[in-house]
Structure formats: structure tokens, C-alpha cells
């Protein structure tokens, strides 16, 4: 568990530098390595629901049903500021 959270820190960060390269380095080519950094996470994140015994479709569900709960109209910036959880 503790290489797969790590490994996900580290993915999480490739994907941020590529966003950061995209808009405020002027790269738009990077679409491919968007992909390939994605799917690490995607891949680490199975790993820490598989050593949890989580299920990847219950811990969806679970986050839409907790965002559907806070943002009832569709999330908006004056929901995200005025929420009350």
C-alpha cells in the first residue's frame, strides 16, 4: 500500500506538469503523455482499492451520490463558496 501511495503522488504530479506545460508553457502536443501519466493513476489508484478491498464502481458511486448530496443543481463557483458540508 504504502508503494502505491507514494506511486500515485508522484503519477499525480507528472499530470500536473504536463497542465502546467499546456497553459503556461504554450505546449499543445501533449495530449499521448496526458494519456500515459492518466492511466498510471488510474492504475495505482486500483491497486490501493484492491489491497483495501474496495470495488472502483462502489467508490464511484459513493463520490457521485456525496457530490450530488453537496451540489443538488449542478456544481457552480457560488454553490462551491455558499455549501454548507
Known amino acids: 500500500m504504502l508503494n502505491y501511495g507514494l506511486g500515485i503522488s508522484g503519477e499525480a ?8 506545460k499546456r497553459f503556461f508553457h504554450g505546449h499543445t502536443d501533449g495530449n499521448l ?10 492504475w495505482y489508484i486500483s491497486q490501493i482499492a ?3 478491498d474496495l ?10 451520490e456525496k457530490l450530488q448530496k453537496r ?8 454553490a462551491s463558496v455558499n455549501r454548507s458540508e
Open 13 to 20: 504530479g507528472e499530470v500536473s506538469d504536463l497542465i502546467k
Open 33 to 42: 503523455e496526458l494519456a500515459k501519466e492518466l492511466g498510471d493513476v488510474l
Open 50 to 52: 484492491r489491497e483495501a
Open 55 to 64: 470495488s472502483l464502481s462502489e467508490i464511484a458511486e459513493g463520490n457521485i
Open 71 to 78: 451540489y443538488p443543481e449542478g456544481f457552480s463557483e457560488h
